[in-house]
């Protein structure tokens, strides 16, 4: 066969497709675009200071920096990108090789085109000095990117390794499927354990051989499992039912033991634990009136904050008002209870709001009740701006509870209250007519919920938790300031809930993980922390509404239609069939 | 007979009435006491006020940004704040360059000043117009929660990234010498900063010159149009996108505008500068009735006064220590006292529970 592509600059229209003969279109366009990308996408990292506060932690010692595996991953998006998009736009399977060589150019195109925008950057960095305007363009950070080599020589390899990259990427996508995902396993897995082990253990990066080893490994057994999953599959399925339902309570019994353990790992990971715990408590909560009830609430962090403080003047010998100090297991009752109570009487003027007004009012509480706390005006009650201190510690017979190690149990233990209480109501009545609220608050009134009810109800038990977690981390900390129940605590839970996926309860688990968890680990990137949140809110509600743990039914809300137009049109006429698929989400997809 | 009346009178209803009262009396009698005190002359009331009316129509600037968005898409732009601190916060390096080059003398400062508010109002409006495209547009027809969601992620993301590229630090902008000091309001003996004549007189020029757009031109009145009804307004040949990006683009230019007005008063950017502005300009918006351009302009103005009076007059009146500090709260009070007992705002259509 001969071979033909057909050159383009820009993408080809449908018209052009049309008019093909049987060349394959390549549009210039597109790796260069996808190398724009990636690129300015470096470019904007090294300008944050990512790049350069990053380099000091090794991944591989001597060989790579996390912060140029964060350059490394900006190359091989941009490879990626232009590499699939030439292959879809070629039209063509991935096991037809006429398009090979085309897509090595691509990535190695897009890799250039990466890579060139950052010398670029460095030329002019290092010629002017941009410090006046951009803080983080500094000499260290230029140094970083040519790889300590400097100017000339440094650019040149910078560039080499652009391309390099793009090749390299283009060469794994043309590997069969089974080998691409072995080998991406491994190499991604060794940025894991490099960081984890830096993290908690060394503070240094892994030793060459030992990535070396962990590629191999983690490749081969990728590789093995997933030649043989069907047969390890088959066999479970041909266990009796009672053998297989032993197999499932042993693995529960396992990992709830390993999450028992956890604490013992050190004080530091064990304080991780427990803020990762504590916005599982809070994301639980939300997690009722965003996800259930859908009633966005802003203003969160006021019932964490009342939680905490009720907790603060009951128990602390320093407030002398109140004429009695109460032990934390005494107190806690009431500052779930103060909470809850806010969560009523905050909920009750709010009723007939929805939406963005919701949303706004609610920031508004949580800001009105910050700003109260930290006035002068109620400073002899509770001590505004100097917070309050020695809170007490939990006490459970002879043993006190005053490291992070202890608290972690109880925090445990609230979270798994707390889950148990979100999972029973959710498919109860009440769970069903929250879930009704969000859908549609007329017609869930017209099917007889009685809204108000029902609103405060979600409003009360979102409270509670709150308040829970509120005293949890009064206790933690043993002292507490208004500073600590800033707007960005509620964001925070918020993006807890979201990431995790609304509605969903093992989300919260995984979304605290993510976003309280990780950050913790990537200290480096600490200031960062919100800038990270609010790309993941973004990306998140335009490529991921249902969040990563999605529950099932907002999964089929957001993406019923593409699974029933494609359920219609794989029973349709062919033309449906390639309609749907060229079709953008219809939900989502707006006005393309 | 009672059992009518038990009817009309719901819970909720009597505690909200009960909770309304409540408030009225405090303000009256938290204002009487404060003026049978006499610790403020009337030369003082006079300073807060024009201080008012100057942080009002910047109020009212932005606010308009949040009217316009929200009577198109319906949604609460909440990434605005942003997009009013980004333009001030870029132009402060074209106003330094400005000022060394000189043209902020004596005689040449109108020129300096122009440069630096043009520059600002394209930036913000750049923002604006990216914003839309990239986070918004493809959003339209999503539930409702998620462009606001969206907004909320965007927010966070443009103020930590002005953090990140340019530091937390507060940066000072350069002083204009011919603006510095008071005089008399022309034709009057009241004393008032020259700054605050300026933008008091500059805003509300920027507000006719609005106003007039929105009730007079084509454009604006498709955008009139849009906002009743988008899929009639296509119907009838408009293009509804061209006209959300126009509006996006008109919200951003005054948000800039406001962001060099906020400079002139206190001379400071700051990557945090956006966020209490916005809000606030957000409670003016729902205050004059959202979607309501002269409301919003009103709202603005009110929320300003109310602001820099409240504390003097009623808190202080209550004994109070610090009032000023609850500054910041009185407009979140009055928000949510507004969307109780006037969810339609001072001119607005109901729009709290029925369009959003």
């Known amino acids: ?592 | 007979m009672l059992q009518r009346l038990r009817r009309q009178l719901s819970g909720t209803m009597v505690t909200m009435w009960l909770i309304g009262l409540a408030i009225l009396a405090v303000v009256v009698i938290g204002t009487i006491r404060t003026l049978a005190m006499g610790h403020y002359t009337g030369a003082d009331w006079l300073d807060l006020s024009i201080y008012g009316i100057a942080q009002g129509s910047i109020y009212a600037l932005i606010a308009l940004g949040y009217t316009l968005v929200y009577g198109i898409l319906r949604m609460i732009n909440f990434a605005h704040s942003e997009v009013f601190m980004s333009g001030p916060f870029i132009a402060y390096f074209v106003a330094v360059a400005v000022d060394n080059a000189g043209l902020m003398g004596d005689s040449n400062w109108v020129i300096g000043l122009l440069i630096v508010m043009l520059v600002a109002m394209l930036v913000s409006t750049t923002v604006a117009v990216l914003l839309e495209r990239i986070a918004y547009r493809p959003l339209r027809r999503a539930p409702r929660l998620v462009p606001l969601i969206t907004a909320i992620g965007a927010s966070f993301f443009l103020q930590y990234t002005f953090l990140g590229l340019f530091g937390s630090g507060i940066r000072g902008y350069p002083e204009i010498e011919a603006l510095k000091g008071r005089m008399m309001i022309p034709g009057t003996n009241v004393p008032i900063l020259k700054t605050q004549l300026l933008v008091i007189v500059a805003a509300f020029f920027m507000l006719a010159i609005l106003y007039i757009f929105v009730q007079r031109t084509k454009m604006g009145k498709a955008m009139q149009a849009v906002s009743e009804d988008k899929d009639a307004a296509a119907l009838m040949g408009i293009d509804v996108d061209r006209v959300i990006v126009v509006t996006f683009v008109v919200g951003g230019a005054l948000a800039g505008a406001a962001g060099i007005f906020y400079v002139l008063l206190f001379r400071q950017v700051h990557f945090f500068m956006g966020f209490f502005p916005g809000l606030k300009a957000f409670t003016a918006a729902v205050l004059g009735g959202i979607g309501n351009v002269t409301g919003a302009m009103l709202g603005g103005l009110f929320l300003g006064i109310a602001e820099s009076l409240f504390p003097n007059l009623v808190l202080d009146g209550l004994g109070i220590p610090a009032p000023y500090q609850l500054k910041d709260a009185l407009a979140f009070v009055l928000l949510v006292l507004v969307l109780i007992f006037r969810p339609t705002g001072i001119l607005g259509e109901r729009l709290a529970a029925k369009k959003a």
């Open chain 1, 1 to 592: 066969m001969q071979k033909k592509i057909r050159f383009s600059w820009a993408a080809p229209t449908e018209a052009d497709l049309a008019t093909t003969d049987q060349a394959l279109p390549f549009a210039w366009s597109t790796p260069i675009l996808s190398g724009v990308t990636g690129g300015g996408l470096a470019v904007f990292l090294s300008l944050l200071g990512m790049v350069e506060v990053s380099s000091g932690r090794d991944i591989i010692s001597d060989v790579l920096s996390m912060g140029q595996l964060l350059v490394l991953l900006c190359l091989i998006y941009a490879g990626y990108r232009a590499v699939t998009q030439t292959s879809s736009l070629a039209g063509v399977g991935d096991d037809d090789k006429r398009i090979a060589p085309w897509l090595l150019i691509a990535g190695a195109l897009a890799g250039l085109v990466s890579s060139a925008l950052l010398a670029i950057l460095v030329l002019i960095g290092t010629t002017v000095d941009l410090t006046d305007f951009f803080i983080r363009a500094t000499p260290n950070l230029f140094n970083v990117l040519t790889l300590g080599m400097g100017a000339p020589l440094g650019l040149l390899v910078l560039l080499a390794i652009g391309a390099l990259v793009g090749i390299l990427v283009a060469a794994a996508y043309l590997l069969p499927g089974r080998i691409r995902l072995s080998i991406v396993l491994g190499l991604g897995l060794i940025p894991v354990i490099a960081i984890l082990h830096s993290a908690f253990f060394s503070g240094s990066g892994l030793s060459l051989l030992a990535a070396v080893i962990i590629l191999l490994v983690v490749a081969g057994a990728s590789y093995a499992w997933s030649t043989s999953q069907d047969t390890v599959k088959a066999r479970v399925a041909d266990l009796s039912p009672t053998r297989q339902r032993g197999m499932r309570i042993g693995a529960w019994v396992a990992a709830g033991l390993i999450v028992l353990a956890l604490p013992l790992l050190g004080a530091y990971p064990a304080d991780i634990l427990d803020m990762i715990g504590l916005y599982a408590l809070m994301g639980l909560g939300l997690n009722i009136v965003v996800g259930f009830a859908g009633l966005l609430d802003l203003g969160y962090v006021a019932f964490f904050a009342l939680g905490a403080y009720t907790m603060g003047v009951l128990t602390s010998p320093e407030i002398q008002w109140t004429g009695f100090t109460l032990t934390f297991w005494e107190a806690l009752p009431f500052a779930v209870g103060v909470a809850t109570l806010a969560g009523i009487v905050l909920g009750i003027p709010v009723l007939g709001m929805r939406g963005d007004y919701l949303a706004i009012v609610t920031l508004g509480f949580g800001e009105i009740i910050r700003l109260v706390f930290l006035s002068d005006w109620l400073k002899p009650y509770i001590g505004g701006s100097n917070g309050i201190t020695r809170i007490a510690k939990p006490v459970l017979g002879p043993i006190v509870l005053n490291n992070q190690q202890g608290l972690f149990y109880p925090i445990l233990i609230g979270c798994l209250v707390v889950a148990f209480i979100a999972l029973r109501s959710k498919n109860s009545r009440l769970g069903r007519a929250w879930m009704a609220i969000r859908e549609d608050e007329d017609v869930a009134q017209a099917m007889g919920i009685d809204l108000v009810r029902t609103k405060l109800l979600a409003f009360a038990t979102g409270a509670a938790f709150a308040g829970l977690a509120g005293a949890f981390f009064a206790t933690k900390l043993t002292s507490i300031y208004p500073h600590s129940f800033h707007l960005l605590v509620s964001i925070n839970v918020l993006c807890v809930v979201i990431i995790g996926g609304m509605g969903s309860i093992p989300g919260m688990v995984v979304g605290s993980l993510a976003l309280v968890g990780l950050p913790e680990i990537l200290r480096e990137f600490s200031e960062y922390r919100l800038l990270m949140y609010g790309a993941a809110l973004v990306l998140m509600m335009l490529y991921r509404p249902e969040g990563l743990l999605p529950e099932a039914r907002r999964r089929l809300e957001l993406h019923g239609d593409e699974e029933q137009a494609k359920d219609v049109s794989a029973a349709d006429v062919p033309t449906r069939t390639a309609a749907a698929a060229a079709g953008t989400p219809a939900v989502l997809g707006g006005d393309e």
